[in-house]
Structures are given as structure tokens and as C-alpha cells.
């Protein structure tokens, strides 16, 4: 993802939901001063892979959707998914997260060896300042909304499910495929279910981008609202 395709839809994000793009910017520069560059080669599991992105909705823990993340290549966990894959003997390849949940399994993963995409946002600079420095340091691999900076990158994508099928894009992964993704929960807030939106849409447009049509999306393309996205 190139800065100046991802920053049009960035900037109708921050519009949509009032955000500030220098808390972004600031959050950003103190995940870089507490990370090193990742070196992607230990997520090379995912080049070439069917790749199971693993949301955390209730979903998650049906049989079925269990034994689709068993049976991909690589998984790419959301959030609290990681937990739920790991309490189903699941291995998570790679989680993806604002620190806004589980701290606790970040620094568990990293530990182990796991590589943990931790996102810095206008809002979480406590958290980053907290449990960043607690990881083994190889093993994060720092994101930003905003503009790339020095070793943080920018793969695209807002939430953290959304973002995690970018980053296996980005990483080169051959198939996506979706689980544990809810849509329609009625159990969540009102400013969850607009970033839920968010992702749909975000999903929309990383399938044209791959020429790819994720089962996800099925019966829902014809009502997803697609500006700004550069969708043919």
C-alpha cells in the first residue's frame, strides 16, 4: 500500500469519525522511538499462503470457523481472536492489535516468538508507552494509520481485522480467507458498528485490489457505500 493511494481514505476516516491526524502522527513517532525495524522474513509463513484473517466476533467460535483456521496455511488474529485461537490449540501466526484488549497475550506472543503488528493511533499512546517496552522487540512490528515514518509502516487498513487481511496482502499471501467476522453485531456500540462499516468497506476494496472475491462479502456489495475508495 503506497501512502498516496491509502491517504485520500484515511482522510475521510479522520473526517468521518473527528479524529485528529497529529494525534496520529505523534502516536506514531513514539511507537518508532520504542521499536526497531521488524524484519519481515519472520512472516514468511504467510508469502505464497492460503491465510485464515481471524476476526474477533462471536463467530469465531463456531466448529466451523475453528476448523477453517486450522486448516489454512497461516493465521492472521485480530485482537482477542488471538486468545480464542490459542485456547483451541489454533497457532497464530501473527496478531494484530491497538493494545486496547489483551496487553497480557502481546507480550505472551512476542515472548514466544510470535510476531505481534502493534498499532499506534491518536488514542493509545498511553498503552504503546506501557506494553511496548515489556515485548521482545524483534518480534513487533510497528503500524501507523498515518504516514509511514523511518521503520513504522503503513500497510493499509483502519481496524484491526480490516488491517490484519492487509497486512497478509501486503506480505503476499495467495488466498484470504474470513472468520470469526460479524457485521451485523447487535451487541456492539454505536461507534464500533461505524468502524464495522469501515471495515466492510475496506474489504470491498482490498478484494478489487487482489481481483479476489472474498465469501465475507457476499450478499452485502450492492449496499457498501464506496467513496472515497478507488474501486473500479
Known sequence: ???DVWEPVYDAILRDFGYDRTGDERARDVLASLTDPF????LGSVRGATVAI???GPSLENETNLERAREADAVVAASTAADVLRSHDITVDCMVTDLDKNPDTVRQLTDGGVPVAVHAHGDNVPAVREV???CAGEFVLPTTQAAPRDHVRNVGGFTDGDRAAFLADHLGATELTFVGWDFDDSTVD???AQKLEWAERLLYWLESRRDERFAVLDGRRDAIETEPLPVE
Do not use: R
Open 132 to 134: 511496548v517496552p515489556d
Open 39 to 42: 524484519d519481515l522474513a519472520l
Open 190 to 192: 454505536a461507534v464500533k
Open 1 to 3: 500500500m503506497e501512502f
Open 54 to 56: 481471524a476476526g474477533a
